[in-house]
């Protein structure tokens, strides 16, 4: 039996939509949005091509915005770019990230780089779009099945001590997928939380970790765009395109004290600035 078509939304933002499972989910998200909205760390005239292609795969009406989550004034900059559109969002899908590094890295705002842009700059970014939310509107957020292996040190949180590129990237993703079940309780029933995993796909960031192996990148953006109309519930984790439950890492409550702790002391002072402007 066919599945129905997915209906077409006016406006969706996507960020880190210019390579990987980001711009295999812009090319599907082509012909069902009215209007998308991409964020990518290049200039415009670096990522030609790229949006060229995105163009070329439906009919939607393109803006791209530039954003370097490694600077959170730049997720301020853009996230008041997006308001600035004057339009509702129906669909927010935080892609972005990176791999862990080969050394730790700090940012220029002083917190461990993979845990700066997997987890904190998405926070910081929907915190910022919350307000011109559509009613109903989604908000995808793609983790990764390594969130299990993932450990929270509220003691450490930017991996001072016992850094590796895996421990980076798992703890992010732990953040990202524990901050999921936050978000939804936050926004109630105005809108649908999700996260997933999108598998291993032979991406950039997956080569920098574990070599040339994976799925292409389109496999993973199909389970984005699966999750984008899946019928799950909000705070749902998604693997395989199946709700099932996240790690007990994820779960713990004091863990998820700890990271909402952690988001306010980071982001508070950042969301300030973006009332102040």
Known sequence: MNRPAAPRLRTAVLTGATSGIGEATARGLAGRVDHLVLLGPEAAGAV???????????????????????????????????????????????????????????????????????????????????????????????????????RFDASDPDLSEGYS????????????????????????????????????????????????????PSHGGARVLHAATADAPTGSYLEGDRVVDPSPEAADPSNRRSLVALYTARLAPFAARAGAR
């Not at 490694?70 to 600035?84: H, I, K, P, Q, S």
């Not at 969002?89 to 700090?106: H, K, Q, S």
Request: charge should be neutral; glycine fraction near 10%; proline fraction near 5%.
């Open 165 to 216: 590129p895996l421990a980076a990237y798992c703890r992010a993703k732990l953040a990202m997928v524990t901050w999921s079940v936050l978000l939804a309780d936050e926004l109630g029933p105005g809108a649908t939380v999700v996260a997933l995993c999108p598998g291993l796909n032979a991406t950039g960031l997956s080569a920098a970790m574990n070599g040339p192996a994976g799925a292409p």
């Open 48 to 150: 030609t091509g790229v949006l060229e292609g995105i163009r070329a795969a439906g009919a939607a009406r393109l803006t791209y915005l530039t954003a370097d989550f490694t600077l959170l004034d730049e997720v301020v900059a853009v996230a008041g770019e997006v308001r600035e559109l004057g339009e509702r969002i129906d669909l927010l899908v935080n892609n972005a990230g990176v791999p862990g590094a080969a050394r730790r890295i700090l940012t220029a705002d002083g917190f461990e780089r993979t845990l700066q842009v997997n987890a904190l700059a998405p926070a910081l970014l929907t915190r910022l779009l919350v307000p011109v939310l559509a009613d109903g509107a989604r908000i995808v957020n793609v983790g990764s099945s390594a969130h299990r292996l993932g």
